[in-house]
């Protein structure tokens, strides 16, 4: 096994006193400046708890997630139903009648090529 150097030691040391100072997790830095024992072990406890929480209640939700539960359930039914009533909508503005009977209207759809029942025409509507 191979020895590891000093300065490799001192510089991970170094490095975790940094990150005890330094981390927002607010339990480890008052644990590492707590001078008194008790305290160190009480705020690492505490961290520790918590953190055990932390990954139990993790690891539910990813068990719940893997479980794929069904959360909607859809149901289609067919039934005969009866046809509704239907409505022919005459999408023509004008009546027949009333524009063979009024000579600008009938001017103005003879001129413009289309008959009376809406097909185009060449002829005039006589």
């Not at 000093?6 to 170094?14: M, R, W």
């Not at 590492?32 to 961290?47: A, G, P, T």
């Not at 413009?112 to 025409?121: A, Q, V």
């Amino acid at each position: 096994m191979a020895q590891r150097s000093p300065q490799f030691c001192k510089g991970v040391g170094d490095s975790f006193s940094e990150f005890a100072e330094q981390t927002s997790a607010h339990a480890i830095p008052r644990a590492y400046n707590s001078r008194s024992c008790f305290k160190k072990i009480l705020w690492l406890l505490l961290f520790f708890i918590c953190f055990s929480a932390f990954s139990f209640q993790a690891v539910l939700i990813i068990q719940r997630f893997l479980r794929n539960d069904i959360i909607v359930g859809v149901e289609m039914k067919f039934e005969n139903i009866p046809f509704p009533s239907v409505t022919v909508c005459n999408l023509n503005p004008y009546k027949n009648s009333l524009a063979r009977t009024l000579g600008p209207v009938q001017d103005t759809v003879i001129n413009s090529g289309i008959g009376f029942n809406g097909t185009k025409r060449m002829e005039r509507y006589e």
